[in-house]
T-cell receptor, first 113, second 117 residues
Framework: DQQVKQNSPSLSVQEGRISILNCDYTNSMFDYFLWYKKYPAEGPTFLISISSIKDKNEDGRFTVFLNKSAKHLSLHIVPSQPGDSAVYFCAAPPRGGSEKLVFGKGTKLTVNP | NAGVMQNPRHLVRRRGQEARLRCSPMKGHSHVYWYRQLPEEGLKFMVYLQKENIIDESGMPKERFSAEFPKEGPSILRIQQVVRGDSAAYFC???????????????FGPGTRLTVL
């Protein structure tokens, strides 16, 4: 039973344009959501998070939007750069348990020069 | 300040052998998490440990898998009698505290890629 879903396995955008990565969740038992970025042969690195009491969080070129009614969040990267090419994972810790993270399957972003 | 260390980075085992994966958390971190990533999948939680204690092992297979985080030394994920389905990337993460009032970032190691022949 996948609680966090990323339905797009890949996304390709042109350098300088906006990248939008999407994530859906199936229940409301999350207090915050996180995005991780992963390069090949490396571990995931934390990118940005958002609390469930907010609808937007911004950090430089990265903005995460949360739509609680739709159980949907998105990561916007603008402008996209070739170095942003990586796999992006949406993750969340279920409320009431340990701080384990539930991950989506990831979206592979390719930014073309 | 060194990050999370994992070794070996690559491990090849034949069916039936044992695999031992080691993880040294970041300095000052006392919480360790193990995740497994199968091909084309996201990371799946396996176990959460503090020093000398298993806090949550809800993601661990019931047989052949065990984990420890001793008072001294790295955390160890042990897989006995490996099978081909155990082939995956195993990631360790560490965090500083487990307070629930806000998010405590988990820092990931580079992973150990296990291949079972």
């Amino acid at each position: 039973d996948q609680q966090v879903k990323q339905n797009s396995p890949s996304l390709s955008v042109q350098e300088g344009r906006i990248s939008i990565l999407n994530c859906d969740y199936t229940n409301s038992m999350f207090d915050y959501f996180l995005w991780y970025k992963k390069y090949p042969a490396e571990g995931p690195t934390f990118l940005i998070s958002i609390s469930s009491i907010k609808d937007k969080n911004e950090d430089g070129r990265f903005t995460v939007f949360l739509n609680k009614s739709a159980k949907h969040l998105s990561l916007h990267i603008v402008p996209s750069q070739p170095g942003d090419s990586a796999v992006y994972f949406c993750a969340a810790p279920p409320r009431g348990g340990s701080e384990k993270l539930v991950f989506g399957k990831g979206t592979k972003l390719t930014v073309n020069p | 300040n060194a990050g999370v260390m994992q070794n070996p980075r690559h491990l090849v085992r034949r069916r039936g052998q044992e695999a031992r994966l080691r993880c040294s958390p970041m300095k000052g971190h006392s919480h360790v998490y193990w995740y497994r990533q199968l091909p084309e999948e996201g990371l799946k939680f396996m176990v959460y440990l503090q020093k000398e204690n298993i806090i949550d092992e809800s993601g661990m297979p019931k047989e052949r898998f065990s984990a420890e985080f001793p008072k001294e030394g790295p955390s160890i994920l042990r897989i006995q009698q490996v099978v081909r389905g155990d082939s995956a990337a195993y990631f360790c993460a560490s965090s500083q505290t487990s307070g629930r009032s806000s998010y405590n970032e988990q820092f990931f190691g580079p992973g150990t890629r296990l291949t079972v022949l």
